[in-house]
Every structure is written in structure tokens, then in C-alpha cells.
């Protein structure tokens, strides 16, 4: 009920001219080569710094894929309108998790640097044993073959069904993909949840928190919000999407960053108070690492940067509706999703403060590359939203 | 303004068959000039505060007062008590401000409910509530608002307002079962 339908797209859809950004492309992709080289020479250098820099730089983009997939996945559940011009980009997003799986081989392989508890045989250490029925190596492998296998199925149904429609609008593709959201919902809270607690709990073994598994998805879903406000951005500002995704769609946007901001601050203060007040060492020891020495100061840059600093900004309504002050925001918070990841991964490994590394940078680099070059390849394959799908009018029309 | 018979004019009315139709005649209502008017709807409409030209309300502003003062309450009576009046060292806990953890909870508890009960009041007040009866319920195809009927108010207090261009846009935005509602 607005005076935008005047401007209807054309029922072709938009497409991305892979051409026009050539140059980038091989430009990503030069940089990923040379990078993912380094990354294996520093694999032989310095296997254990270079294990937990490739780790800290897996959860960044595994937690930022995980999230552009559950908000498909919830798109479809709740049957919303909004999402429908900018789901396309999420599925492309969500689809990468395919690279992301191939990441995860050089953890496998790592695995002794990474995760102390391979290293102990049985029988040494009495809280340990007590826990190898879940912590042991046949297992911890298939469970990564179930996270990343689900990750990758379901987000390429969630693709192909949706490019099918995009030809004949067939409404049967909708409830096939609200089916496979459905199943989708609880399968990906065991994956994600797990997935924390095998891939990053697991780096310090004898602690445990059953609040992590919620603060990695509350990183995750809040920050690929953030990313997906950037990639809209960017295909805005590249010439696409100008008639399709409005200022409403950027408030509803920058409304869910205030809203994962604040879920996000909510779950950590809620692991940290609970261990902080209770004060007994075997659950302390997370917090003591992080708490002490120069970690002290990424701290509490998280609590102000990650929290307070967004917080106040997004609770004004004319920066959720200003796309270019948005961006500023969502570009903050994924910098500080990046810092949340290393503070999470790092002080396992270097617990007398911080020691920022080479490899750092490099495993960064080569993973944000490569997925860069990636998703060059794929968004130019399909549309940039949605041209038959049943709501998409509801979403054009989008007020709020 | 009277009527011939000596009764109070409170305002013009017209009901609309859908909320499409009302939707649009609150643009023209809108785009005509008058101030003092309102639309009348079971359900929210979309867009309906764009097409009213209602702006920002300042309800905001308010909640997030109720909210600032809610932290501030809380900010003082603990850290009042804990570092000024009784400095006590409870649970091992030290009583300088690296304790502030501690105090989160009662901060976040007293600003949610102070923005509540700012917002509760300043919607009360905001609306001219509680009220317990208002002359446009002297209509009395009115009872319908709440069921399936869409209205369109003008006021007689409207500086714009004439009995003959307050009907005549009435009937050209569509309305039906135009009428002159008394005051009393």
C-alpha cells in the first residue's frame, strides 16, 4: 500500500555482469593464490601458531555462514515478506559453506596442535576420562562430517529449489523450501551448538559453559546481518537492486543488528556473570585468560564495541534508515565480530597476552579471498532476488 | 459551529469500504490541508502515519527518558550502598567498581521497567485516556470501527474546516454514509 509500485522490476530479474568486475575478480583471486600458498608454508613453519590462526580465521567465516543460513531458514518458518528481495544473497552466501567445509580439512589435520585432548592418552587425567565418550577422535570426525554435511545439503536445497522457482514461480517450491526449513530450524541449533563446543570449547577442554553454543550463534546470526547489509550495499552502489531494495528493507536491517547486538550482550554477560559470581576455579579459568594481562583491553573493547557503542547508535531510528550511516555500523560490527572470534580462539594458545601473528593476517586473507572470488562466481549466475517468488510484491511494497 | 437545530458540531464522518480505499482518502484528507482528523480502523494499516503526514511520534523520547532515569535509579541506590554507605566485601567480591557486574542485572531490571511505565503513562497521556465517552460514538454506525468498518473523522475544531468542503472531500475520497456527528 505505497506509491513505489510505480517502479515494478521486470519480471526477468537483475542480473550481476561478471564482467564488468573481471579485474576484481582476478585480482581476489591472485591474492587467494598467493595467500592459501603462504598459508601452507606456514602450516609447515610454525604448525601450532598457524593451527589457531587458521582457526580463529574458520570461525569468523564458518560463524558468518552459519548466520546468512539461519536467516533463510527463518525466512521461509515464519513466512516473511521482508527478506524476499535480498534472500537470494543470503542463499549465495549460505552456499559457500561448501569452501567452508574444504577449511575445515587443514584443522583435521592440525587436530594435534589444536585440540590438547588428542594428545592425553587415557587414564591420566581423571576429568578427561570421564568425559571420552564424547571426546574422542572417531567421533569428534563424525560429528564434523554431520555439521558440515547438514550445512552444505540444506543450503544448496535451500539455493537450487529457489533458483527453480525464479523460472516458473511455481508456488510448490515454497512449501518444499518451508519443509526443508522446518527440518532445517532444530538440526542447524545441534549443529551450530555443537559445532562451538567441539571446534572451539574443545581448543580448552577442561572448561565448559553450556551458555557457548548460544554465544557463538548470537555472533553469528547478528554479524551476517551486518554482512548482509555490505553486500546489498555494494550491489546498490555497483548499479543493482536500486528499484528493489528500499529504505524499509534497511530499517528492518538495522532494526535485527540492534536486535542481535543486544541478544548478543544478553547470552555473554550471562555466561560471564554466572562463572564470575560463582568464582570456582574450574569454570574461571575461560574468564581468568581473557580477563588478565593485555587480554584485558580486547575485553573490554569487545563489551564497549561489540555492545554499548552500537547499541546506542542503532536505537536512532534515522541511522537504521540511512543506508550509508548503516554501513558504517555493520562494518564495525563484523570488525568486532572478527575480534570476538579471536578473543574466543587466541588466549588458548597464548595465555600471558596478546601475540598477534603473521599468520593472523595470512589465514584471514586467504580465506576471505577465496570466499570473495566465490561468491564473484556464483552471484552472477542467478538472479539478485527473487523475480517469481509469491511474496515478492508484498516485499517490494514493503512499509514499516 | 451549529446545526440549524441547535446541536454542538463535533465533526464530519464518512466510512470506507476497505482499508485500501480509507488509505487513500487520508492522503487526500492529508494533501487538502486539515490538521484536526483521524482515521478509524480494527487493524493497524501499513503506511497509515505516511499517508496521515503524522511525522515521528515523540513517544520515543519519552521511553527513552523513563529509561535513562530507570538506569540512574538503579546506578544510585547500589552504588550508594555499596561503596558509600555500607562498603561490605560480600562473597569475596571487592567493593570497588570492578563489581560492577554484579549491579548489570538490577540496571538492566529498573530500565526495562521504567521505559515500560514511561511508555504505559505517555500512551495514556498522549491519547487524552482514560476517557470514558467521546462524541464520535453519537454515530452510530461508529460501533463498527472495532469489527469491519473504516472511518474517517474531520473535526469541527479544524481551522479548515466548512460543512460544505469538509463534505464535499469526503465524498470525492469515496467516503459513504457521510454525516455531521454532535457533540453531545
Not at chain 1, 581448543?203 to 547478528?222: C, D, E, K, N
Request: with cysteine; hydrophobic share 55%; glycine share 8%.
Amino acid at each position: 500500500m505505497s506509491e513505489r509500485l510505480s517502479n515494478a522490476p521486470t519480471p526477468e530479474g537483475e542480473y550481476f555482469e561478471s564482467g564488468r568486475f573481471a579485474g576484481l575478480s582476478v585480482l581476489l583471486g591472485v591474492i587467494a593464490f598467493v595467500a592459501l600458498a603462504l598459508c601452507g608454508a606456514g602450516a609447515v613453519i610454525d604448525p601450532r601458531q598457524f593451527g589457531y590462526s587458521w582457526m580463529f580465521a574458520f570461525a569468523f567465516f564458518f560463524t558468518l555462514c552459519a548466520g546468512c543460513f539461519f536467516w533463510t531458514i527463518v525466512h521461509y518458518a515464519v513466512d516473511a515478506e521482508w527478506t524476499v528481495v535480498v534472500r537470494r544473497q543470503l542463499e549465495n552466501m549460505g552456499v559457500l559453506m561448501g569452501i567452508i567445509a574444504l577449511f575445515f580439512i587443514p584443522i583435521f589435520f592440525l587436530r594435534h596442535h589444536l585440540f590438547d585432548w588428542m594428545n592425553i592418552p587415557a587414564g591420566t587425567e581423571e576429568n578427561l576420562d570421564s568425559k571420552r565418550a564424547y571426546l574422542n577422535l572417531g567421533f569428534w570426525v563424525v560429528r564434523a562430517v554431520f555439521f558440515l554435511g547438514f550445512f552444505i545439503i540444506a543450503a544448496q536445497l535451500l539455493k537450487r529449489f529457489s533458483v527453480r522457482q525464479d523460472k516458473d514461480g511455481n508456488p510448490k517450491f515454497t512449501i518444499w523450501l518451508r519443509r526443508v526449513s522446518f527440518i532445517s530450524l532444530p538440526l542447524f541449533a545441534l549443529c551450530i551448538t555443537f559445532a562451538a563446543y567441539d571446534w572451539f570449547l574443545g581448543l580448552q577442554y577442561r572448561w565448559f559453559s553450556t551458555m557457548f553454543g548460544v554465544y557463538i550463534f548470537a555472533g553469528a546470526a547478528g554479524s551476517s546481518m551486518a554482512l548482509l547489509v555490505l553486500v546489498i550495499t555494494a550491489l546498490r552502489k555497483a548499479g543493482y537492486l536500486t528499484n528493489v531494495v528500499t529504505v524499509e528493507h534497511y530499517h528492518i536491517m538495522g532494526k535485527w543488528m540492534l536486535a542481535f547486538c543486544i541478544f548478543w550482550a544478553y547470552i555473554g554477560f550471562g555466561q560471564y556473570m554466572l562463572i564470575w559470581y560463582a568464582n570456582m576455579p574450574e569454570e574461571t579459568r575461560y574468564f581468568l585468560v581473557r580477563n588478565t594481562e593485555s587480554w584485558w583491553y580486547l575485553s573490554m573493547l569487545l563489551v564497549f564495541g561489540r555492545f554499548l557503542g552500537p547499541f546506542v547508535i542503532l536505537l536512532l531510528q534515522s541511522i537504521k534508515k540511512h543506508p550509508h550511516q548503516l554501513c558504517y555500523v555493520a562494518a564495525w560490527t563484523l570488525f568486532m565480530q572478527l575480534l570476538d572470534m579471536y578473543l574466543v580462539v587466541l588466549p588458548a594458545l597464548h595465555g600471558t597476552g596478546i601475540h598477534l601473528s603473521l599468520w593472523d593476517f595470512v589465514a584471514l586473507i586467504a580465506m576471505g579471498a577465496t570466499l570473495a572470488f566465490a561468491f564473484l562466481r556464483i552471484v552472477g549466475k542467478t538472479s539478485l532476488f527473487p523475480v517469481r517468488d509469491p511474496r515478492l510484491i508484498e516485499s517490494l511494497k514493503l512499509v514499516n | 459551529m451549529r446545526t440549524p437545530y441547535g446541536h454542538e458540531v463535533y465533526a464530519m464522518a464518512a466510512e470506507y469500504p476497505s482499508p485500501h480505499a480509507l488509505y487513500e482518502a487520508a492522503k487526500m484528507v492529508r494533501d487538502a490541508g486539515f490538521k484536526r482528523w483521524d482515521v478509524h480502523s480494527p487493524f493497524p494499516i501499513h503506511g497509515m502515519d505516511d499517508a496521515m503526514g503524522l511525522g515521528k511520534s515523540w513517544l520515543s523520547a519519552v521511553v527513552l527518558i523513563g529509561g535513562i532515569l530507570g538506569i540512574s535509579t538503579a546506578m544510585f541506590i547500589e552504588f550508594g550502598s555499596s561503596w558509600g554507605l555500607y562498603p561490605l566485601i560480600v562473597h569475596g567480591k571487592p567493593y570497588d567498581w570492578k563489581v560492577v557486574p554484579a549491579f548489570f542485572p538490577i540496571m538492566f531490571e529498573l530500565t526495562v521497567l521504567f521505559s515500560a511505565f514511561a511508555a504505559f503513562f505517555a500512551v495514556l497521556i498522549m491519547n487524552g485516556l482514560p476517557r470514558p465517552h467521546h462524541p464520535i460514538f453519537n454515530w452510530d454506525r461508529f460501533a463498527r470501527a472495532s469489527n469491519d468498518g473504516f472511518f474517517l473523522v474531520i473535526e469541527a475544531r479544524d481551522p479548515r474546516f466548512t460543512e460544505v468542503e469538509a463534505r464535499e472531500l469526503l465524498e470525492r475520497s469515496g467516503g459513504q454514509h457521510i454525516t455531521i456527528v454532535h457533540e453531545d
